[in-house]
């Protein structure tokens, strides 16, 4: 990472590299984006809207086999090329339950895989992705710790993908196509359950709040760190720090440390001192997680609206590239008469089983 501008600015009494704010990085501040920043639009009905509660026809031909009691399923005996619009409805709504939904020894390619997933919606475009409609997903050996001295975006940090878009995605899908045998993981945690894992006085606090999200960062990062030219300009946008799922009606903390920097209602040290704890709450959630070990041919397809995802740092041997498509989403809303996955478990309590492969059943 010499090529970083920061590392070019050697400080004689430490040794090493001067930081350089990105207003007097030439590179940053004299780069023009093609593109104009998006405005508010409007998404069809998600496609899980659909399905059968019961998922009937998926898991006539697939067998779910549940990683984590809070998130992430495997669905085995099945390639996901040969499903039908209505079993691609059914495995929506069981992203939505779950969080994130795995797949082994698959058989798509990147142009199937495009026309797969299109089903779900319209096909989003990363800020920094040209004229194909899919991201390419690497790997980084990199100290992402020590990078963060020198740039500003933290990527190795949980996120949900591009939340500072006023129509953030919903649906992610990455297909791995080179892997190392060991390392590259990634982790999920659902934001279901960082939101029950508050106390009853927390909850309520920062359901009055808006998360601060941001692209500058990661904007900087593309053109001084990816050596790339982001699309977009950059822009902060305010959305509610809890969301309710449109599908399932249930609450997700709304707060990620890849792109939120703060609350807009809170005073500046306020918001530092709770989004420091969000940070804690979220990298210690390990009973609301669930670690990934990826192999050629396998997919993992997730749901950013109630799941923040990160790729795990290691010093690994070998290439590691994925085929990462998503598609827009609604913008984010909080609705004060929804619940959580705890209060719905609770008010089922003896009935259907709605935290795994039930219903979804949502209150009138």
Same mark, same amino acid.
Request: hydrophobic residues 35%; negative net charge; proline residues 7%.
């Given at each position: 990472?010499?090529?970083l501008?920061?590392?070019?600015h050697i400080?004689?009494?430490?040794g090493?590299?001067?930081t350089?704010?990105?207003?007097?990085n030439?590179?940053?501040k004299?780069?023009?984006?093609?593109?104009?920043?998006?405005?508010?639009?409007?998404?069809?009905?998600?496609?899980a809207?659909?399905?059968?509660?019961?998922?009937?026809?998926l898991?006539a031909?697939?067998?779910?086999?549940?990683l984590?009691?809070?998130?992430?399923?495997?669905?085995e005996g099945?390639?996901?090329?040969?499903?039908?619009?209505?079993?691609l409805?059914?495995?929506?709504l069981?992203?939505?339950?779950?969080?994130?939904?795995?797949?082994?020894?698959?058989?798509?390619?990147?142009?199937?895989?495009?026309?797969?997933?299109?089903h779900?919606?319209?096909?989003?475009?990363?800020?920094?992705?040209?004229?194909?409609?899919?991201?390419?997903?690497?790997?980084?050996?990199?100290?992402?710790?020590e990078?963060?001295?020198?740039?500003?975006?933290?990527?190795?940090d949980?996120?949900?993908?591009t939340?500072?878009?006023?129509?953030?995605?919903?649906?992610?899908?990455?297909?791995?196509?080179?892997h190392?045998?060991?390392?590259?993981?990634?982790?999920?945690?659902?934001?279901?359950?960082?939101?029950?894992?508050?106390?009853?006085?927390m909850?309520?606090?920062?359901?009055?709040?808006?998360a601060?999200?941001?692209?500058?960062?990661?904007?900087?990062?593309i053109?001084?760190?990816?050596?790339?030219?982001?699309?977009?300009?950059?822009?902060?946008?305010?959305?509610? #720090? /809890? &969301?309710?799922?449109?599908?399932? @009606?249930l609450? =997700?903390?709304?707060? %990620?440390?890849?792109?939120?920097?703060?609350?807009?209602?809170?005073?500046?040290?306020?918001?530092?001192?709770?989004?420091?704890?969000?940070?804690?709450?979220?990298h210690?959630?390990?009973?609301? #997680? /669930? &670690?990934?070990?990826?192999?050629? @041919?396998?997919? =993992?397809?997730w749901? %950013?609206?109630?799941?923040?995802?990160?790729?795990?740092?290691?010093t690994?041997?070998?290439?590691?590239?994925?085929?990462?498509?998503?598609?827009?989403?609604?913008?984010?809303?909080?609705?004060e008469?929804?619940?959580?996955?705890?209060?719905?478990?609770?008010?089922?309590?003896?009935?259907?089983?709605v935290?795994?492969?039930?219903?979804?059943?949502?209150?009138?």
């Amino acid at each position: 990472m010499a090529h970083l501008s920061s590392r070019q600015h050697i400080s004689p009494d430490s040794g090493f590299p001067v930081t350089l704010h990105p207003a007097y990085n030439p590179k940053i501040k004299n780069h023009v984006p093609p593109e104009p920043i998006r405005q508010p639009a409007a998404v069809g009905k998600d496609r899980a809207a659909f399905a059968d509660p019961k998922k009937k026809a998926l898991f006539a031909v697939a067998t779910p086999k549940d990683l984590a009691e809070s998130i992430g399923t495997v669905l085995e005996g099945v390639q996901l090329s040969s499903l039908n619009g209505q079993q691609l409805d059914e495995l929506a709504l069981l992203v939505n339950e779950r969080g994130v939904v795995f797949f082994r020894d698959q058989d798509l390619t990147t142009e199937k895989q495009v026309e797969l997933f299109q089903h779900f919606g319209e096909l989003d475009k990363h800020p920094a992705q040209k004229d194909v409609k899919h991201v390419i997903i690497k790997g980084s050996t990199e100290d992402h710790r020590e990078i963060l001295s020198y740039t500003p975006w933290p990527s190795g940090d949980f996120h949900a993908d591009t939340s500072f878009e006023i129509n953030p995605p919903s649906y992610s899908m990455l297909r791995m196509e080179e892997h190392p045998p060991v390392g590259g993981d990634t982790a999920w945690v659902s934001q279901y359950g960082l939101y029950d894992a508050l106390s009853k006085a927390m909850q309520k606090f920062v359901e009055s709040l808006h998360a601060v999200h941001t692209s500058r960062l990661q904007y900087d990062t593309i053109i001084d760190l990816w050596g790339a030219s982001p699309n977009r300009p950059p822009i902060d946008t305010h959305h509610p #720090a /809890v &969301r309710t799922h449109p599908v399932t @009606g249930l609450k =997700a903390l709304n707060v %990620n440390p890849g792109f939120v920097t703060g609350f807009a209602e809170l005073k500046r040290k306020e918001s530092d001192k709770l989004l420091e704890f969000l940070e804690y709450h979220i990298h210690s959630a390990d009973d609301h #997680a /669930v &670690r990934w070990r990826w192999e050629v @041919g396998s997919i =993992a397809i997730w749901d %950013n609206r109630c799941s923040l995802h990160r790729v795990i740092p290691g010093t690994y041997k070998g290439a590691r590239r994925g085929i990462r498509t998503t598609v827009f989403g609604e913008k984010p809303y909080f609705d004060e008469y929804s619940e959580s996955r705890a209060e719905r478990q609770e008010r089922l309590e003896g009935g259907a089983f709605v935290n795994g492969h039930g219903s979804s059943e949502i209150p009138a």
